[in-house]
């Protein structure tokens, strides 16, 4: 009977195995790496239309004509989203790392290239937020704004007018890169990497790629099937930071306006507008996925050897960016020590005082046993 038992174990434990793997090959032949089964399926929603039916806004309220002028070979443009009432933010980020690019003075490296940024902002609500808006243009000349709707589900379009922008006034840029105001970048150091590969006519988006994710079909973030009706969405990079080569903007900007509006924009510029553009996307931040976990905040500034320990993270406050842009100027303080090696001396006190408790619990047992 144990015998029987073995057998019975052994062959359910086979069937197992075998019914894992031949899903996992199923998945990985008809999803990653290759998308086409998905595309094919859904040709319809993936074929864009002969006319535009998405126009992208070009009616500027701000031009920023100024922002590119004599533009380089070697620029790279930063778009970077914000709200009219986030002023703050915006001279704080122009004091610290984002006004260092501008200027071309990085703490210890000699740039390679030449960084343009804009500020891109949707109308304002009142006509004093406008003017407020070209106040703050007349002292900074860092600003483009358009007349859409400055609101979440336009998030998709606020970045598509940004890349239109471009094509009209930063002709000649290499890269563009799309970037959150919560977030910070090793500029130097990712553009390092970003060098390593050779553009090629159809383009290449870098960033943190996420593979084989799924719609949400209900819930607060649902997606409908009439919105998207495939099963995944194509591999797309992660919206806080991502880099585009200049060749593949006027792609991604021409498929945009021929397809229906989708109001993901990670997933809708970087995903499904590059995969119909055929612009490759490329996992350059695959450790990106911290979000504002580490407490050290010289974890951007490079180690002895010049390895970085990030290139880059979100969902930081205005506050700990200066904090990690100090840092990258002037190296840790006593207080950045503490403040990272306090974690570490917190884990080895819990687990020292829980062995203890229970080397406590363990002589006391000991005791009532030999008592007895």
Known sequence: MVVAAAITLTIFLFLVYTSSQYASFVDKAFHLGHDDVEIE?????????????????ENYKIDG???????????VVLLVPSLIQDVEIRTRLR?????????GDWPGVKLEYEFRVAFIFGKGETIADDQFLDTENSVYGDIVQGSFVDSYFNLTRKTLFGLKW???????????????????VNVPKLFEKVSYFDDSVDGKIFGRLWEKTTPHRSGKWVIGYKEY???????????????????????????????PYFHLEDVFVTGIAA??????????????EFRNEPEWVCS????????????????????????????????????????????????????TGLMLVVLSVMYVCVISHTKK
């Open 41 to 57: 399926f859904h040709h319809a929603y993936f074929t864009p239309t002969k006319d535009v039916i998405t126009p992208i806004d």
């Open 65 to 75: 004509d100024k922002i590119c002028a004599d533009v380089k070979p070697n620029s």
């Open 95 to 103: 004091k610290s790392w984002l006004g260092s690019l501008a200027t």
């Open 166 to 184: 471009v094509t009209k006034f930063c002709k000649g840029a290499k890269y563009v890169m799309k970037i959150d105001v919560d977030t910070f």
């Open 229 to 259: 009706p495939a099963k995944y969405y194509p591999p797309y990079c992660d919206g806080p930071i991502y880099v585009i080569s200049a060749s593949a903007v006027p792609k991604l900007v021409y498929t945009s306006e021929h397809m």
């Open 275 to 288: 995969r119909i553009s055929n612009v490759n996307r490329i996992d350059l931040l695959p450790n990106v």
């Open 300 to 351: 951007f500034k490079t180690d002895a050897d010049e390895r970085p320990v990030h290139l880059a993270d979100s969902e930081f406050s205005m506050d700990q960016i200066e904090q990690i842009w100090r840092c990258m100027k002037e190296g840790p303080t006593m207080s950045n020590y503490y403040t990272y090696y306090r974690g570490y001396f917190g884990q080895y006190l819990f687990v």
